[in-house]
């Protein structure tokens, strides 16, 4: 399974961005998905995650990512989002999608180990 993160860019504060990842998997039902982001010099992050059936997506909750960011799904173009809005400088980060196969509790979907597929990542920088 092959998987890219695009959209990221330089942006203001305030501004928004979305990012797409589209898996190359004929079996995308298989997989929850997550988005990971990693700061300069920092340990990667959960930021969000959502299982097949699009219910009940997981959300960072160390800081104000939840409310801001939206992470969905569309099963049938084999795609996944993360929207972003009202960025912040402390978002700027590289940010991951990734896949795991299942549909692991909240618990494990925050654990980047718990994930098969990794994407390149796409920067996203936002200045003040």
């Known amino acids: 399974v092959q998987l890219q993160a695009s959209g990221g860019g330089l942006v203001q504060a305030g501004g928004f961005l979305r990012l797409p990842c589209a898996p190359s998997t004929r079996t995308f039902s298989n997989f929850a998905v997550g988005w990971f982001r990693q700061a300069p010099g920092a340990e990667r992050e959960f930021v969000a995650a959502?299982?097949?059936?699009?219910?009940?997506?997981?959300?960072r909750n160390a800081d104000s990512v939840k409310g801001r960011f939206t992470i969905s799904r569309d099963n049938a173009k084999n795609s996944v989002y993360l929207q972003m809005n009202n960025l912040k400088p402390e978002d700027t980060a590289i940010y991951y999608c990734?896949?795991?196969?299942?549909?692991?509790?909240?618990?494990?979907?925050?654990?980047?180990?718990?994930?098969?597929?990794w994407g390149q990542g796409t920067l996203v920088t936002v200045s003040s």
């Open positions: 990734a896949l795991t196969m299942g549909s692991p509790i909240t618990g494990v979907l925050q654990r980047p180990g718990a994930y098969n597929y």
């Open positions: 959502m299982r097949y059936s699009s219910g009940n997506p997981a959300y």
